[in-house]
């Protein structure tokens, strides 16, 4: 299966810092607000990532949904200003940064409200916080299935539907190839190589957004 169950990451995971980072094109077209493309692909997959995120560090919905506006309208800012320097860090890390911290300050401001209500209150408690230093990896892992998404939902129209079919329950649902095969009514070899090429695709879509 290619889309990772939701956990912490092995000891083959990358973290945030080894990920690819968003190309300068594509900070060049954010910067285009006449560009609605380009803040499309963006938000297609950073804004689960960063709400995710939020939710991570024990908001409730409603709260990481706030969260993720902020962090988006502080990004318009940064855009203007961001400096191709890589000194001056990447995109990736500065989202990173702008959401965790938000986020703790939203959590601080909870437990503060807490405190304050009654002890016959009823209301739902966010959900426990995750601890800090798992947050990157979170970030970095929710990146990549969102990217994994984004490019599956691009690519799903080039595909009759047993060629995605064949790539679908046996790469992402993690059916047996044999059984999948004789559902389908291809030999194993056929399924074999129409997976290839849906993998291949989806590969270079996410490449294509990286590059970007």
């Not at 690519?155 to 079919?165: A, C, L």
């Not at 790539?167 to 389908?184: C, K």
Request: glycine residues 6%; neutral net charge; hydrophobic residues 40%.
């Amino acid at each position: 299966m290619i889309v990772p169950a939701e956990k912490h990451p092995g000891r083959g995971e990358k973290r945030i810092t080894d990920l690819p980072e968003t190309r300068h094109s594509l900070l060049l077209r954010l910067r285009d607000r006449e560009d609605a493309a380009a803040w499309e692909e963006f938000l297609a997959i950073y804004e689960p990532v960063i709400h995710h995120l939020a939710r991570r560090r024990g908001l409730q919905h409603s709260d990481a949904l706030d969260i993720t506006q902020e962090v988006l309208l502080a990004l318009h800012g940064y855009v203007e200003a961001w400096d191709a320097d890589p000194s001056k860090g990447t995109l990736r890390g500065w989202l990173f940064r702008v959401t965790r911290n938000l986020a703790v300050d939203a959590v601080k401001q909870a437990a503060r409200r807490e405190k304050s209500v009654s002890p016959g209150d009823t209301g739902n408690p966010p959900e426990p916080a995750e601890p800090v230093e798992d947050l990157d990896t979170c970030f970095g892992l929710e990146f990549r299935r969102e990217a994994f998404r984004w490019a599956a939902r691009e690519i799903r129209p080039e595909y009759q539907d047993t060629t995605w079919q064949a790539f679908w329950r046996t790469a992402v649902d993690g059916q047996a190839i044999p059984q999948v095969a004789r559902e389908l009514g291809l030999s194993v070899g056929a399924l074999y190589a129409a997976r290839c090429r849906v993998l291949n695709r989806l590969r270079n879509k996410v490449q294509w957004f990286e590059g970007q």
